[in-house]
């Protein structure tokens, strides 16, 4: 059987022209998750005192996950240390819920600081928590240049809404 080069010749992903076709694209998005009372509409999964959990609204992988300080911060030298450690406990608890319900294999984690970095959003600076699985680095990636997401960002937030909600009462 020969490589079907032409079928994989053009990739559909119709949920990006959602991103692509914004015509206002908020100037901080975090801001306003955190600041928001309608959390499912920003995908924020977990709040604490200091920091918040937010699904990443165009992922690298199923689960993409960020949290972010409440307050804005561009450096981490600009966080006090109650910050630090919130937002590093829930990186924590989101490994563990994302191992749990989503059963990701191993996880990249960290910070892109400054634009020069590729940070998006430079001024307010959040940590991703990027679940991985063995095996993940398949064609689609690596000759496709194409990420697979295979599932919808609202039924994934119910699932890890849940979940975030069960480690609570753990």
Do not use: C
Not at 41 to 64: D, Q, S
Not at 82 to 94: K, M, Q
Not at 147 to 156: D, M, N
Request: charged content about 25%; cysteine-free; proline content about 5%.
């Amino acid at each position: 059987m020969d490589f079907p080069t032409k079928q994989l010749a053009t990739l559909w992903a119709p949920w990006r022209v959602e991103y692509f076709e914004q015509t206002e694209r908020s100037p901080n998005f975090l801001r306003e998750a955190g600041q928001a009372t309608d959390d499912a509409a920003h995908l924020v999964l977990h709040r604490g005192k200091y920091a918040f959990v937010v699904m990443n609204r165009y992922p690298y992988a199923t689960g993409h996950l960020m949290v972010a300080p409440y307050r804005v911060a561009g450096d981490l030298d600009e966080l006090g240390e109650a910050e630090i450690v919130e937002i590093w406990r829930f990186a924590a608890r989101s490994e563990k819920v994302l191992r749990e319900t989503i059963n990701a294999h191993g996880f990249n984690v960290g910070l892109n600081i400054g634009s020069a970095s590729g940070a998006g959003l430079a001024e307010h600076l959040h940590l991703h928590v990027v679940p991985r699985w063995n095996g993940d680095h398949n064609f689609m990636a690596v000759l496709g240049e194409t990420r697979i997401i295979p599932e919808g960002l609202e039924p994934l937030y119910q699932k890890l809404r849940t979940a975030f909600d069960a480690t609570l009462e753990r």
